[in-house]
């Protein structure tokens, strides 16, 4: 029987029927749906709603005491209700978010209980039992979950006119010529799907910020937006341009030391607070590519953040101060940049700015190694920034699942304090015991039916918000527990499916930028291959990071050359700094190595850069043939639109394989391996490709 077409609207929150023999276990189980005392109806309700998909059947809804089946809900206020299954030990050890999830044996039946400090940790536990029922794992009957990471955000690049920075699922989701009259139904379902990852803090604007929005007219929308998120337990941020106090205050400076500017921040801060009294703060990106900051009046980040800082403090908001910058100005390898400018200024922020640092130094590659300040800045919370929007691997029509990305990045091992001090340590606060800690991800939402644009791309929203709540888990769990609600649990298609999605991003690092080379994409829209770009500031050409001549390819940052390898702790710095030792993911980043250089498996550095650039196509090539495979497993709607947008993912992972091995041949001078298919256009026909209106500019 055809399965009914779906539009991937509901995401991963379907709650589609369980299959019969899960229903016979479970029995009347999950019948009723009780609350301690009034208060939870939101939680009740989303319990209540997602019982009802997952049994066929909705469950009675009631206040007091559970009969022997059922679930209880009750928060710390009835903590004498729930006394004899929660002790107030374990009660307290949840924190504010954390939540238990108990079933407990009661006269032959299985009461399930969800406490929690408050609602919104009960919310949390409802969405957690939701999912154990969905993806079928229900087995454990004791869950003790409390976040790691205190912020966990989610950041949006939207600006005011609707468009989207670096966007390819639609437009804004903030229709802000309507906002506060008219609130759009999806921000509620928008809410609920952050919630049930545990995201806790959005930010509305883009980080190329515009003042308007601390504007009093603006305010009042973002009011509308903050009253439909905070039942879900979301704070809302906005991005800071630093210049506002010129722009909105008509002061003649924004110069961080100057007490108008101080006042005007501080008065700034009172009026958001006015209209969002529980407002997060704010995001900033200053002195960097163009945008005002304190640099610009002689001033540090840190008396930047700071100013800020003070405003927010007495409202307890924080200011989430971005650390990736780098100079026009300074000759100076791009990959240094950030860790030179924000390593010295460790200790010199106030206790509520937290350092915002992209994964790696360059910028949102398919593949870096990680930021150097990780672990460098044991006196500052840094947060962890990663891209979800597809800027630089394939846009909305690559399928690249990034949890690997994401687990890679956080279980690599910064050896800051001897070995065990993972990025997820520094990142969760526990390596030099900090309070404050937080995520951060760049949004791929939009105004897509299906929010992300690829049915494949809310993997990287759910993998990543699933991530805030524990960094340690994995990519493979979490691709398992994705496709299990957002399709079916059933374990053929899971494990074939889940395969696709854990091969997805090394075969985009091959077809795009194999064996540690970055940034060789299209000027500026970052569509398609570039690799040739070298005209305009150099450290936004491709030639620049390449650097491919006669004699071989790759930017020595060794310690022979731009050194960045010494901003790594021992045992990094030595293993990164020479070519021996150098794992190959990384060798093109901090080595130029000859084209004839023998790699461990013999074949000579041009042989295998041709051999992984065609791997990657080849992976893309079997991901068609075994979805092709699932088809079954699949509403048609959801299939075809997946199996088309993988057509076009070949064809472009082709002419990145085809377009830059013309180029890189043009200097290593050698034939294609013969065992290869050779490119299939000429080096002329892709470098003529121009594409106009690439949406995210
Ligand atoms: C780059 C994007 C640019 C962003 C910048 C940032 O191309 O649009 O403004 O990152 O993170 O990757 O600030």
């Known amino acids: 029987m055809a399965l009914p077409e779906e539009d991937g609207y509901r995401l991963w929150l ?45 469950p009675a809804l009631r206040e007091g005491t559970p009969g022997r089946n059922g679930v209880w809900l009750a928060t710390r206020a009835q903590a004498e209700a729930v006394a004899s299954f929660v002790s107030a030990a374990e009660l307290a ?41 969905s993806v079928a794992t229900i087995t454990e009957n004791d869950v003790v979950s409390v976040p790691r990471v205190k912020l966990r955000m989610l950041d949006h690049w939207d600006n005011l006119d609707g468009s989207v920075e670096r966007g390819y699922a639609g437009s804004s989701l903030w229709d802000w010529h309507k906002l506060p009259h008219y609130v759009d139904p999806r921000y509620t379902d928008y809410a609920r799907a952050n919630a049930s990852l545990g995201i806790n803090a959005v930010a ?89 900051g304190p640099q610009d009046y002689g001033r540090t980040h840190a008396d930047g953040a700071n100013l800020l800082a003070e405003a927010l403090a007495p409202y307890g908001g924080h200011v989430l101060w971005r650390a990736f910058v780098y100079s026009n100005e300074v000759p100076e390898d791009r990959a240094k940049q950030a860790y030179d400018e924000f390593y010295p200024l460790d200790g010199a922020f106030r206790d509520n700015v937290v350092v915002q640092v992209k994964n790696g130094p360059i910028d949102f590659q398919p593949r870096e190694p990680h930021h150097p300040l990780f672990g460098a800045m044991p006196e500052t919370p840094l947060a962890l920034e ?68 690829h049915p494949f791309a809310a993997a990287n929203w759910y993998a990543y918000g699933r991530l805030t709540w524990n960094p340690e888990r994995t990519a493979e769990e979490l691709a398992e527990e994705w496709l299990a609600q957002t399709f079916t649990s059933d374990p053929r298609f899971v494990n074939a499916a889940k395969t696709i999605m854990l091969e997805s991003r090394e075969a985009c690092v091959n077809y795009m930028t194999p064996l540690g080379l970055v940034h060789l994409m299209a000027w500026d829209h970052h569509y398609g291959p570039g ?51 150098c794992p190959e993911r990384f060798l093109l980043f901090f080595h130029h190595v000859s084209w004839d250089r023998r790699l461990a498996n013999g074949r000579t550095l041009w ?19 075994r979805w092709d495979a699932l088809r079954d497993f699949v509403d048609s709607a959801r299939f075809r639109h997946v199996a088309a ?53």
């Open 14 to 58: 379907r709650h589609a029927r369980l299959p019969a023999a899960s229903l016979a276990s479970i029995g009347d189980t999950f019948d009723e749906v009780v609350v301690a005392a009034p208060g939870l109806e939101l939680a009740s309700g989303e319990l209540a709603e997602g019982l009802a998909g997952l049994l066929g059947r909705r």
């Open 93 to 133: 050890a949840l924190g504010e978010e954390g939540f238990l999830l108990r079933r407990v044996r009661r006269d032959g039946g299985s009461l399930t209980l969800i406490v929690a400090a408050r609602e919104v940790g009960v919310l949390y536990g409802v969405y957690e039992l939701l999912r154990r029922l």
């Open 204 to 292: 509305l604007t883009n980080v190329n910020a515009n003042a308007l929005v601390l504007s009093a007219q603006y305010l009042a929308k973002v009011r509308a937006l903050a009253d439909v998120f905070r039942p879900y337990g979301i704070r809302v941020f906005l991005t800071a341009r630093f210049s506002a106090p010129v722009e909105l205050g008509g002061l003649p400076t924004a110069d961080p030391l100057e007490p108008q500017v101080r006042a005007f921040w501080r008065d700034k801060a009172r009026e958001i607070h006015d209209f969002v009294p529980d407002f997060g703060g704010f995001v900033v990106k200053a002195n960097s590519e163009g945008q005002p």
């Open 386 to 453: 990663f891209q979800l929007t597809q800027e630089y691997l394939g846009c909305a029509t690559h399928l690249v699942y990034l949890g690997t990305l994401f687990e890679e990045c956080l279980k690599t091992d910064t050896f800051a304090r001897g070995r065990g001090s993972e990025v997820f340590r520094v990142v969760d606060g526990s390596l030099h015991r900090r309070e404050l800690s937080a995520m951060a991800a760049v949004s791929n939402v939009g105004s897509d039916r299906n929010w992300c644009g």
């Open 531 to 581: 690799p040739w770009i070298s005209e305009g500031r150099r450290d936004w050409t491709s030639v620049y990071f390449h650097r491919a001549h006669a004699d071989g390819i790759g930017f020595d940052r060794s310690e022979g050359g731009s050194d960045a390898v010494s901003q790594y702790f021992s045992p990094l710095k030595e293993r990164y700094g020479s070519l021996e030792t």
């Open 607 to 625: 042989d295998e850069l041709c051999h992984r650039y065609s791997d990657g196509v080849r992976a893309v090539e079997g991901f068609r043939a």
């Open 645 to 697: 947008l993988l057509a076009v993912h070949e064809r472009e992972a082709r002419w990145w394989r085809d377009a830059c091995l013309l180029y890189f041949q043009t200097f290593s001078q050698q034939p294609f391996p013969a065992e290869l298919e050779p490119p299939r256009g000429t080096l002329s026909e892709y470098r003529a490709i121009r594409h106009y209106f690439v949406p995210g500019i």
